[in-house]
Nanobody, 120 residues
């Protein structure tokens, strides 16, 4: 079970940090987001060690994914937020293969989502 929290209403240029706590040990963890009327899209993912990460191009240099295995928690630090970052953010966990690392089908477990709204 995954529990995501930390969303809220911020202004463009602000920062926000999302957290996702897992009820048990997890392997690969990721963040996805879904804006109204759009499909769920990949944001970032990191492996068990937290030493490697992948990001979608539009968030590179602004978002940072990290994890704290002692707390079974993954974080998403979001800086320089833009209105186009507005979405419901979901955390996910699983054991994707390379070809599914950036797709929802690669992850078996999902959190309930937390809304991030960025005003201009």
């Amino acid at each position: 079970q995954l529990q995501a929290y930390g969303g809220g209403l911020v202004q463009a240029g602000d920062s926000l940090k999302l957290s996702c706590a897992a009820s048990g040990r997890t392997s690969v963890m990721a963040w996805f987001r879904q804006a109204p009327g759009k499909e769920r899209e990949f944001v970032a993912t990191t492996g068990r060690s937290g030493n490697s990460a992948l990001y979608r191009d539009s968030v590179k240099g602004r978002f940072t994914i990290s994890r704290e295995n002692a707390k079974n928690t993954v974080y998403l630090q979001m800086d320089s937020l833009k209105p186009e970052d507005t979405a419901v953010y979901y955390c996910a966990a699983g054991q994707p293969i390379t070809s599914t690392m950036r797709t929802p089908v690669g992850y078996r477990y999902w959190g309930q989502g937390t809304l991030v709204t960025v005003s201009s």
